[in-house]
C-alpha cells in the first residue's frame, strides 16, 4: 500500500480555501469572475476599433 502524500493533501486544502475566499470577497464586493475588464475580451487587452467604411 502505498503511503499518503500529505504535502499534497495539504496544497489542496489551501487552494481550495484561497478559492472560497477569492469567491466571497468577489461576492461581497459585487464584482463578477472577470473583475474590472468587463466588456474586454480574454486576453485583457482591448481590441482596436474596426473600421466603418463599406
Do not use: H, I, V
Amino acid at each position: 500500500m502505498a503511503a499518503p502524500n500529505y504535502a499534497f493533501a495539504k496544497k489542496q486544502r489551501e487552494l481550495a480555501k484561497k478559492k472560497k475566499n477569492e469567491e466571497k470577497l468577489r461576492k461581497k464586493t459585487g464584482k463578477t469572475e472577470d473583475g474590472d475588464s468587463a466588456g474586454q475580451p480574454e486576453g485583457g487587452a482591448p481590441q482596436p476599433p474596426k473600421p466603418q467604411g463599406s
